[in-house]
């Protein structure tokens, strides 16, 4: 028996849930500058509900080959790695109209 979605009513294979959600996001990459001047970049605004911000942190850290973590609703990752971030965001599904870098 095919799984149904509980939000769209289509069969798991067709579910377009996933897709409509990231087009609703207003995601932010900024740069912070942390103690003893180490810069940080900063990804905000994904929908935790919807997304695995610890999987999609896991992905950033090895595309960009640096360290960081998720928490709070963000993305944090050492060093300067915003254009970078951006480019795999859009790979990844999210509109680039609704990705700003700061």
Do not use: Y
Request: with cysteine; aromatic share 2%; hydrophobic share 35%.
């Amino acid at each position: 028996m095919v799984e149904i979605c509980p939000v769209c009513g289509l069969p798991k294979d067709l579910c377009v849930c996933e897709e409509m959600s990231k087009e609703r996001q207003r995601i932010r990459i900024r740069l912070e500058t942390r103690k003893w001047g180490k810069t940080t970049t900063i990804i905000d605004g994904i929908d935790s509900k919807n997304m695995k911000l610890s999987k999609l942190a896991a992905t950033l850290k090895g595309k960009c080959a640096c360290g960081g973590t998720a928490k709070n609703d963000q993305i944090l990752l050492q060093g300067d790695h915003r254009s970078t971030a951006r480019e795999l965001l859009i790979q990844m599904g999210f509109p680039s109209e609704n990705i700003e870098v700061q």
